[in-house]
């Protein structure tokens, strides 16, 4: 089997710090990609930011970096210097080839909420 | 810009009346997925298309259909809709995977109302 846990619901967060967006996940095969999506209260699906279970390095993309711990099988999103429109819910998700190279298996989500 | 586009953007109809959305890429991607998302839920995938190829999740009720005529587009059919299938429902897309997981790209999604 494969599961994502966010155990954050909600979050509240004062503008222009710093937030971690905690996943842990479980899975069986040593080959699997993790995703964090951002979905704005509008309902789209953003893709964020992507790490490989091979991947050396954590990756990063402008304010979003993932804090990847493989031996603890976690991948938590840090989003540096928050701003208002950060504000929305967060999904992460692994795909991996036991449950179909496409197929996302997401958390169950955490509602961020950025504070003036 | 390459996008994934969802119409309409708001859908309402009568329990039982049958209902279709639509999806379009101009991503050129082989594969598209269609979602259910609740209110407060993750999105569940429902079915993709690999290509032409058709790929049913166990769960998914007969009441829901698709058809993909050709790459670009892909339509969703709910035969006949009942209030628990009222939801958001999203499409995405994705490549083939080329050495490394590729992500999918979502639509704005298709927020369905049952009266």
């Known amino acids: 089997a494969q599961k994502i846990t966010q155990t954050q619901p909600g979050m509240f967060v004062q503008e222009k710090e710093a937030v971690t967006l905690d996943c842990t996940y479980d899975t069986s095969d040593p080959s699997y990609g993790l995703f964090w999506y951002k979905q704005p209260s509008s309902g789209e699906m953003i893709f964020l930011i992507y790490?490989?279970?091979?991947?050396?390095q954590n990756a990063t993309e402008g304010r979003y970096s993932l804090n990847f711990q493989k031996a603890r099988k976690s991948a938590n999103l840090v989003i540096s210097a928050s701003q208002l429109g950060d504000s929305a819910m967060y999904f992460c998700?692994?795909?991996?080839?036991?449950?179909?190279?496409?197929?996302?298996?997401f958390g169950t989500g955490t509602r961020l909420t950025i504070i003036p | 810009d390459a996008m994934v586009i969802q119409n309409p953007r708001y859908q309402v109809t009568q329990f039982g009346k049958p209902v279709t959305l639509s999806c379009s890429q101009t991503?050129?991607?082989?594969?598209m997925y269609w979602y259910q998302q609740k209110s407060s839920q993750a999105p569940k995938l429902l079915f993709h298309?690999?290509?032409?190829?058709?790929?049913n999740e166990a769960d998914t009720p007969d009441n829901f259909q698709s058809r993909r005529p050709n790459t670009s587009f892909c339509f969703l059919d709910i035969r006949s809709p009942g209030l628990g299938d009222a939801a958001m429902y999203l499409c995405a897309t994705s490549r083939d995977r080329q050495g490394t997981y590729q992500p999918q790209h979502f639509g704005d999604g298709t927020r369905l109302s049952i009266l």
């Open positions: 298309y690999y290509d032409k190829d058709f790929n």
């Open positions: 998700a692994i795909v991996n080839p036991n449950f179909g190279n496409e197929k996302l298996t």
């Open positions: 991503l050129n991607h082989n594969v």
């Open positions: 790490q490989g279970s091979y991947d050396q």
